[in-house]
């Protein structure tokens, strides 16, 4: 399935909607605006709705995250062009895309097999060149850390510090916390090896993050 105009014309009607819910990043406004979200549904019914703002159900029992939440995670990281980011949960490879787009080098992490395989080649046939990995997201990628942003894509139980020791001094981790339905949504930035500046940014509802890799 290729790019059509009535496609551009629903990104392009998503993009006025994240603006008034509050989207202000112009760089993350016109990712959303560039990456083509249908390619990342296999469901031609589903596919119709691509540019709904909502999550939708993947393989494996996960989700593609809401527009919004894309938007609104990326727009606390503040993505300079060429920052080395990792992404935690590589699910469909949407927010990785968006990522791409704004010029980062992302790496990123998914620890179910299916997936990971999936999205893989999915990213490849779109040429979108991030780096992917089957693994443990709690544990990171020490071998190619430091990172200047981090982002978690599922509901931590809490902040692992593996990742914390991989981000750059002056870098942003942006996080959902939380084990119940709900999550909040952290922002930390490493002021040194041991002193970490947090903020809250409202709730949010993701899959959540578990350990060791899935069949
Ligand atoms: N960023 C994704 C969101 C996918 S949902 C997108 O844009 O579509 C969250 C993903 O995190 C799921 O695919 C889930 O399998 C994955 N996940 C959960 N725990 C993980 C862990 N410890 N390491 C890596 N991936 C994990």
């Known amino acids: 399935m290729t790019d059509s105009f009535l496609f551009k014309g629903q990104r392009q009607r998503l993009v006025q909607e994240l603006q008034t819910k509050g989207i202000t990043h112009s760089g993350v406004l016109q990712a959303i605006g ?48 060429k920052d080395k980011v990792l992404e935690i949960g590589t699910g469909s490879g949407y927010q990785a895309a968006v990522l791409y787009a704004l010029g980062a080098r992302v790496y ?12 893989k080649q999915l990213l490849k046939k779109m040429n979108i ?14 071998q190619f850390a430091p990172f200047d942003k981090i982002i978690i894509t599922a509901a931590a139980p809490f902040i692992p510090r593996p990742l914390l020791d ?10 959902p916390i939380g084990e119940g339905i709900q999550q909040k949504m952290l922002k930390i930035k490493k002021l040194s ?11 949010f509802s993701f899959v959540p993050m578990l350990g060791g890799i899935a069949e």
């Open 34 to 81: 560039t990456v083509q979200r249908h390619m990342f549904f296999n469901d031609s019914i589903l596919q119709s709705h691509a540019y709904d703002d909502k999550a939708f159900p993947i393989d494996a029992g996960q989700t593609i995250s809401q527009p919004y939440t894309v938007a609104f995670q990326t727009q606390l990281l503040n993505i300079q062009s």
């Open 108 to 119: 990123s992490i998914e620890r179910q097999k299916q997936l990971y395989f999936k999205t």
């Open 129 to 142: 060149f991030v780096e992917t990995f089957l693994g443990d997201g709690y544990k990171g990628l020490p």
């Open 166 to 175: 991989q981000l750059t001094i002056g870098g942003i981790m942006v996080v």
């Open 193 to 203: 090896d041991n002193e970490f500046e947090q903020s809250e940014h409202g709730t």
